[in-house]
């Protein structure tokens, strides 16, 4: 085990420990999520709405949550947002209703993609980044990716054999797509009593809470921090906004409508992916630290993307899934990298603002796409197009990413000391 591993807090390991759950709980989701909103009877067109309102309505609750975790406290807003995500879990599984669900998905925290969605990450990211030092952080964030991903992986597989085991006891598909809709809740109820165990270490200083708040832009939780927010926070909304157009619930819908593939199947698939993203993380802090966090960032992501356009372009179900699976190898790398970045270059006191803002703009970014990907799926002849948005797209970022900041080092790149 790495020396940064094992020097790990006992609040550092406790945020490991609910991350894994909250991913576990997002991957099983995710692989049933457009099957049960099909199966209990609403259209693609209304799915797609359904599922960008959802993320719309994360976005507002997490930038709430967020810009005044510092403040109020870290602690607080993890419960506050485990207690959501029980909310949205539970309505979910207990109505038909589409503007039931649309209520629930956009005042709960609900995750139709397998990511991470509400203001979970940014806070978790933030207290990390209080708690390890600068020359360990990225180390620290590329296992916890990797832990993430190991639990979506697990979750997807687990989602998928679920459903499959209770179809073979003799329930209903749509039953037991609900099943995990439940089981999504319960964890809910779990990561509410592990946030509960923070300690003070976990909390940003005390002379943040005392800061007067005069304008809106203060209410922001950003003073010094503003311009390079601003400029990230662009950046990572349109890398979103192309990567919401292949989200893990449309691309497992994609290989239904084009393969049959069920969703045992697909829980595999997604299993063995997630699993490849999650072991790329760890290459990418070791590659970070002898070319820089954002010449590894692009460098990764430019043929990660594409291997996204190639997929739609295979001609049989093994060379599509192989395109997949190389490309979610190297997909993740630029995720540790890219966290570790934003918390290196803003202001200490700033970060679970600055984590939150920029993960609000990738959430707004995401949350546009599906809409659009749910008319595609409704035309047989546009079924691929969201792959080859997706991937160019997500290569005009990575350009305009390295052009704006690889001028910009962070502290331990700037000095041999990393201090």
Do not use: C
Not at 29 to 50: A, K
Not at 391 to 399: P, Q
Request: proline share 5%.
């Amino acid at each position: 085990m790495p020396n940064s591993l094992r020097l790990l807090s006992g609040d550092a390991r406790l945020l490991f420990a609910t991350r894994f759950i909250r991913l576990f709980a997002y991957g099983s989701l995710s692989v049933v999520l457009v099957f049960y909103l099909v199966g209990i009877g609403l259209s693609e067109r209304q799915t797609g709405t359904l599922l960008t309102l959802t993320l719309a309505g994360d976005t507002v609750i997490s930038l709430l949550l967020t810009t005044q975790a510092d403040r109020i406290g870290r602690r607080t807003m993890l419960v506050t947002g485990g207690a959501l995500m029980i909310a949205a879990g539970l309505v979910f599984a207990a109505t038909k209703s589409f503007w039931l669900l649309l209520v629930a998905g956009i005042v709960g925290v609900i995750s139709p993609s397998g990511n991470e969605v509400g203001p979970f990450l940014s806070i978790e990211q933030a207290a990390l980044s209080h708690i390890v030092s600068d020359r360990e952080r990225t180390d620290v964030f590329a296992w916890y990716t990797l832990a993430g991903s190991l639990a979506t992986a697990v979750g997807a597989l687990a989602g998928g054999a679920a459903t499959r085991a209770l179809q073979l006891l003799g329930w209903a598909p749509v039953a037991s797509y609900r099943g995990v809709v439940l089981l999504y809740a319960v964890l809910g109820g779990m990561l509410i009593a592990l946030f509960s165990r923070l300690s003070r270490a976990a909390e940003a200083s005390p002379d943040v809470a005392r800061k007067p708040r005069a304008t809106l832009a203060d209410w922001s939780g950003l003073t010094r921090s503003r311009v390079v927010v601003a400029k990230l926070s662009a950046l990572f909304a349109l890398d979103a906004f192309g990567g919401g157009f292949v989200i893990q619930s449309f691309a497992a819908y994609w290989f239904y409508l084009r393969y049959g593939l069920k969703p045992e199947t697909l829980g595999g698939i997604f299993f063995v992916a997630n699993i490849l993203a999650g072991l790329s993380a760890l290459l990418a802090s070791r590659l970070a630290a002898r070319i820089g966090l954002i010449k590894t960032m692009v460098a990764t992501h430019l043929p990660s993307n594409v291997l996204l356009i190639l997929v739609p372009l295979m001609p049989t179900l093994p060379l599509a899934v192989l395109m997949l699976l190389i490309r979610f190898s190297i997909s993740q790398m630029d995720v540790p990298t890219r966290q570790s970045y934003t918390m290196a270059v803003v202001s200490p006191d700033e970060r679970s603002a600055a984590a939150g803002i920029t993960g609000v703009a990738r959430t707004t970014g995401a949350a546009v796409s599906p809409l659009f990907v749910g008319i595609m799926f409704a035309a047989p002849a546009l079924v691929n197009l969201p792959f080859f948005l997706a991937g160019g797209l997500k290569i005009v970022y990575d350009l305009l990413l390295y052009r704006a900041f690889v001028s910009v080092r962070p502290p331990e790149e700037a000095s041999p000391r990393g201090q």
